[in-house]
């Protein structure tokens, strides 16, 4: 464990700490104030931008106020009016305001970064201070196995100049805003103010320096033994088997509900809402049942063992007729697919092909986010921390082997891989019902890699689609040609009226309508009549659909073209 110190270092681009440090000192604010606040809020909003691609980061005015001291508002106003930040003046309830940096930064290697000492008697330094010993009292009233777990974390030696050198010679394959964070993470290592180790409130998952650590310099823990990695390939569309299966015994009315994966997925209270709910939905509808029966089994197999990332990149080549998408891009693919909103403009387009592959599993997803999208993934994190947690590591504690726990993945030394592995295939196949595949890899032999970003694959997909819809002469009108009777795809078809009228297409009415009608492909006769529920009662028809907006020049737009 780190030494006790009187101070601890975060870091900053040199150019911005010189360029508020001269003017702290040439233009003097005329307020109180400690400069170790103005480098606190500005590290704030240099290690978030790596998390905001419109450049501006939400900080909480509570804890703005909690960790710089009452005068936090008029250091934000005198950077602001010496051109240091920017920001969104504009509240919204229940939001917090954003702030960026006035100027772009360019970081070309570690030199152009600076070590500021906080001082643990400024404000900033007792706020600091006093979270972590916080943390440290709660830690004592935990279960056995999280004081045992977290005694280990503190224990931790860490190689930290190692990690420095190792992201100064892979510079070039990361943004300004990534080594600043990553930066971040490391000088954290070195003083245990600033070291952490909190189950979360939401998820339950062990939130700790580690987690947050990008994962080659995992290799920087110091340890006279070799540490391994033990991890499950890919962990949450594994977990997800867990509410699959729930939904496919029930539409083959085989369901015990004494089994353990019910007591799992029924901790949500919304997931077993919506458990529900989806099992009335796909009851009304044989056809719906059928597919599921199908591609249920199938995503089981894919994802037990071990290639559902590569099935997913396999997806998306074939339906682009491209080679463009690897495993790694679709991993972070499935993140955004999964956990998004239905109605996310900028993923909308990228669910499509997936969507064509695995009609009832997309339709799943869409009715699992229909109300409050984030509860799939909160209730995935739930199942992962349960298990990882309170399962393997439990286990691992009682046999005396203490882990490092990093979510879904467990790290131990060499002499303990066997144990741990048996461990954790125990615990996995009494939640799964199978044994999924596990890696297993030394931390010296991790690499760097770079994340691709989930937003950034969108942006390949939309430019892959409207390329192919180009090659498709898609300048063809579904409504210049259809007839009475014919049988057409919903969202081309809406898309198609929007288009006619020169309007923007509304992504949230589609997707909304498409769920109203639970159908994807109907005669255009039965769409009309749908249409026509919705615009004639002038309110949404089920209360679970809130953005449907269809009106009179859309109706008036189909009853010219088809005649119905």
């Given amino acids: 464990m780190a030494k006790y110190q009187k101070q601890f270092n975060i870091s900053l681009p040199t150019s911005l700490y010189d360029e508020v440090k001269s003017t702290l000192e040439t233009q003097p604010p005329n307020f109180e104030y400690e400069i170790e606040g103005f480098y606190g809020v500005l590290r704030d909003i240099t290690t978030g931008l790596v998390n905001h691609n419109n450049r501006m980061v939400p900080l909480s005015s509570v804890i703005l106020q909690q960790k710089y001291g009452k005068h936090y508002r008029k250091m934000m106003d005198y ?240 339906h682009y007729n491209t080679d463009v998408f690897t495993r790694d891009m679709s991993k972070s693919l499935w993140m955004a697919l999964a956990y998004s909103g239905n109605y996310s403009e900028k993923y909308n387009t990228s669910k499509l092909a997936f969507e064509k592959e695995y009609k009832g599993i997309g339709r799943l997803l869409r009715k699992f986010k229909q109300k409050e999208y984030n509860q799939l993934a909160i209730c995935l994190q739930q199942l992962e921390s349960e298990i990882f947690i309170d399962g393997i590591a439990k286990k691992l504690c009682e046999r005396g082997i203490v882990p490092y726990t990093i979510h879904d993945s467990i790290i131990v030394n060499e002499n303990q891989l066997e144990e741990t592995r048996e461990v954790m295939m125990d615990i996995l196949y009494q939640y799964l019902g199978f044994v999924p595949i596990i890696d297993k890899e030394a931390l010296n032999d991790l690499e760097f890699k770079v994340k691709h970003d989930a937003e950034d694959i969108a942006k390949i997909i939309d430019n892959l689609d409207a390329s192919s819809k180009s090659e498709e002469c898609c300048n063809i009108n579904s409504l210049d040609v259809i007839s009475r009777g014919d049988t057409i795809n919903i969202r081309s078809f809406m898309i198609d009226i929007y288009s006619r009228l020169n309007r923007k297409i509304d992504t949230e009415t589609i997707v909304s309508f498409e769920m109203f009608v639970d159908h994807n492909n109907l005669s255009v006769d039965e769409v009309f009549k749908a249409m026509l529920v919705v615009f004639k009662e002038n309110r949404y028809p089920v209360s679970d659909y809130k953005h449907i907006i269809i009106d009179k020049e859309m109706i008036r737009v189909v009853h010219s073209a088809v005649g119905v």
Wanted: glycine share 2%; net charge positive.
């Fill in 79 to 318: 950077m602001q009016y010496h051109n240091i930040n920017i920001e969104n003046h504009q509240y919204t309830e229940g939001k917090c305001r954003t702030y960026g940096l006035k100027t772009q930064l360019t970081i070309s290697s570690i030199n152009d970064m600076t070590i500021i000492p906080i001082d643990l008697d400024s404000i900033y330094g007792k706020y600091v201070k006093k979270r972590h010993n916080a943390e440290q009292k709660l830690a004592k009233g935990k279960q056995s196995h999280i004081r045992e777990l977290r005694n280990e974390f503190y224990k931790i030696k860490f190689n930290v100049a190692g990690a420095l050198v190792e992201i100064e010679n892979n510079k070039h394959q990361l943004t300004n805003e990534q080594f600043i964070a990553i930066c971040d993470d490391i000088l954290s290592f070195d003083n245990k103010n600033l070291m952490y180790f909190k189950r979360n409130d939401c998820n339950d998952r062990i939130d700790t320096n580690l987690t947050s650590l990008k994962s080659c310099l995992k290799k920087y823990i110091i340890s006279d033994i070799p540490l391994y990695q033990l991890d499950l390939k890919n962990s949450q569309p594994v977990l997800f088997n867990i509410i699959l299966d729930i939904i496919y015994k029930l539409i083959n009315d085989n369901l015990d509900e004494e089994e353990t994966y019910l007591t799992l997925c029924y901790k949500n209270k919304y997931i077993k809402e919506t458990i529900s709910l989806v099992y009335q939905w796909i009851k009304k509808d044989s056809k719906w049942v059928d597919i599921l029966k199908k591609e249920i089994p199938l995503y089981k197999e894919y994802t037990s063992n071990g290639t559902w990332y590569n099935h997913v990149a396999d997806i998306y080549n074939k």
